[in-house]
């Protein structure tokens, strides 16, 4: 009936296939080598078996390989999501600034010492402001292209909010709290508790319903706002849901793993070249492209090397190329 | 399709930004079923006259009335089922299909949080074909050419099930064999009931195609009427052309004066 709606079920099944050896290898690889049938042992067996296979699948991967997927799936849903609306295929949530601001609240309440909760608070409530401060600023600015001056915007507000940063970095204890801040700013999953998840799971969901509701009239927005207005849709208010939408997912990932950069830019590309553009065929295939990425990363940097590599350091060096190829391949055919 | 006496009617609007009015004391009626053509030079407020029509730019004064109704009483969503745009071709920005294109057609009919159905993809399809590109549906948008991508936006807009239609220089950067396909199908779309507003640069168009013709200058309608409104002098006045390079350029015009 609908050949690129049948092909594009057809690749994001064989897309399960490299998310779940990125999980099993996940659960095999680290300090504390298994194989995997012995990984799928202890993990049939329940976290109340005994032996250290257990307590290293169930205690300490588990909740990592699930913060880690969860992480990926929000920073790429996101992205996803920024990328069409604001249609331009290179803004990510570290371009809007929404990483940064999001950065500087989580930072701010780790230097005052509050509770974790307070740590997410703060990040979604940096975030809000960082991309509220975007919309604000740019909204008043005409006479230019709105989506180049948003993107430049978000550059200067996040240059902003990591000047903030940087001067809470100073003001920090050097010994106690500096170290954790500048793990911290890399990304990195080695500190994830089952806690962690509890409360960034839920948020995370909450900020995925409207894309999965809205996932048709998202593709309207990658139109003008003349003709998305002329085709029905109420393009303030839409837009306006989904920023709010992207956003807490994007504090929410950012305030339990730090600032993971790239994950948001990159995997949407990637997605986009195997489903098409889409909104609900690319967003199954953007979260399942995001998880398995950040999982294959995360495992690749705490058992490459004999020290813990900051998960941040390996999506820069993935996102970066991929990034400047992007860029010249949209120059080419733009 | 029993298409209202009047379809769209501005009375006395001005329009324009909240410091800079570029056009007053418009009056524009649409009948149903009729072609009224916009001609004019650049700059004459064209652009800003149709986002004020669609209800995108609010009149600083005047009213704008679809089928009967005020413009401010209709919802986005209300609206686009009687009045749909066809902007010009454009590049596109993701590589949807020519389908999918189409199928953003059916938004407004659709439920907030649906997907297309099957229903609304037989439409789409029986729309495409209906403007001769029902073999492009499963190409890319952003590869196929400017005239396909036009016909396309205009199958957008009969997916829309609309009674009007605002085409926006419909036959700009086209070539001249795809130029006649879309004059045709305007006048394909003119025999089965709608009312059409479009804007054109080609005067012959307007004069091939239009019922009306009304002319833009300056931000107001200095002229507007049957298709022998378009002489030899209103076209010479209107684009500030030499009468004697118009008349060279449209003999069919110098004919019939």
């Known amino acids: 009936m609908n050949f690129a709606h049948q092909r594009a079920i057809v690749r994001l099944a064989v897309l399960l296939v490299p998310t779940f050896a990125a999980l099993l290898a996940a659960f095999a690889f680290g300090p504390y080598p298994l194989s995997v049938p012995e990984a799928l042992a202890a993990l049939w067996a329940g976290p109340s078996a005994d032996g250290d296979a257990a307590t290293v699948v169930w205690e300490l991967r588990l909740p990592r390989i699930a913060a880690g997927f969860l992480v990926g799936m929000a920073l790429a849903a996101a992205g ?6 604001f249609r331009n295929p290179l803004v990510s949530p570290d371009i ?3 990483s940064a601001g999001a950065g500087l609240g989580a930072v701010l309440a780790i230097y005052l010492g509050l509770p974790l909760v307070a740590v997410q608070g703060a990040a979604f409530c940096g975030g809000l402001l960082a991309v509220g401060a975007v919309y604000f600023v740019a909204g008043r600015v005409r006479r230019h292209d709105p989506v180049l001056v948003l993107v430049l915007t978000g550059v200067a507000v996040g240059t902003l909010f990591s000047a903030g940063i940087s001067l ?14 500048t793990f911290w700013l890399l990304g990195g999953l080695n500190a994830i508790a089952p806690s962690d998840l509890a409360l960034a799971a839920p948020l995370i969901a909450i900020g995925l319903v409207p894309m999965l509701l809205l996932r048709w009239r998202i593709n309207l927005l990658s139109l003008s706002d003349e003709e998305a207005a002329a085709l029905g849709v109420n ?6 849901v989904l920023i709010a939408s992207a956003t807490l997912m994007t504090a929410a990932a950012v305030s339990i793993a730090g600032i993971v950069g790239w994950i948001g830019l990159v995997v949407p590309h990637a997605a986009r070249l195997l489903v098409g553009p889409e909104f609900s065929r690319l967003l199954p295939a953007a979260l399942l492209l995001g998880g398995g990425f950040l999982v294959a990363a995360d495992t690749l940097a705490r058992s490459a090397t004999d020290i813990e590599m900051p998960l941040g350091i390996l999506t820069a060096l993935v996102g970066a190329p991929v990034f400047l190829w992007l860029l010249a391949r949209t120059g080419r055919t733009g | 399709m029993n298409a209202p006496e ?10 324009g930004y909240r410091h800079h009015t570029v056009g007053e004391a418009i009056d524009l009626t649409l009948a149903g079923g009729e072609v009224l053509c916009l001609l004019g030079p650049n700059g004459g407020g064209k652009t800003t006259l149709f986002r004020t029509l669609l209800g995108i730019l609010p009149p600083l004064s005047g009213t704008v009335q679809v089928a009967g109704r005020p413009l401010a009483d209709w919802s986005r969503q209300a609206l686009a089922t009687h009045l749909a745009y066809v902007p010009q071709s454009h590049a596109g920005l993701f590589a949807f ?22 229903r609304d993809r037989d439409i789409v399809r029986a729309c495409l074909a209906r403007l001769g590109i029902g073999h492009l549906a499963e190409r890319i948008y952003t590869e196929i050419s400017g005239g396909e991508r036009q016909l396309a936006l205009i199958a957008r807009a009969l997916a829309q099930e609309a009674s009007i239609l605002i085409l926006d220089e419909p036959t700009a950067s086209l070539d001249f064999g795809n130029q006649l396909r879309v004059l045709k199908e305007i006048d394909a779309l003119k025999a089965q009931g709608l009312s059409i507003l479009m804007s054109t640069h080609q005067p012959e168009h307007a004069l091939r195609v239009a019922d009306r013709i009304a002319l833009l200058k300056a931000g107001r309608i200095v002229a507007q009427g049957p298709r022998t409104l378009a002489t030899v002098q209103t076209l010479a006045e209107l684009y500030g052309a030499d009468a004697a390079e118009v008349a060279r350029s449209l003999p069919q015009l110098a004919a019939g004066a």
């Open chain 1, 96 to 98: 809007l600034g929404v």
């Open chain 2, 97 to 118: 299909t020519v389908e999918e294109v189409a199928l953003m057609g059916r938004t407004a009919r659709m439920a907030r949080f649906a997907t297309p159905s099957a």
């Open chain 1, 235 to 240: 393009v303030r208010y839409l837009r306006l």
């Open chain 1, 168 to 181: 809470v970095k100073v003001l920090a204890d050097p010994s106690m709290q500096l170290p954790s801040i």
């Open chain 1, 80 to 85: 996803a999501t920024y990328q069409g609306m």
């Open chain 2, 6 to 15: 009047i379809s769209l009617q501005a009375r006395a609007l001005a329009i």
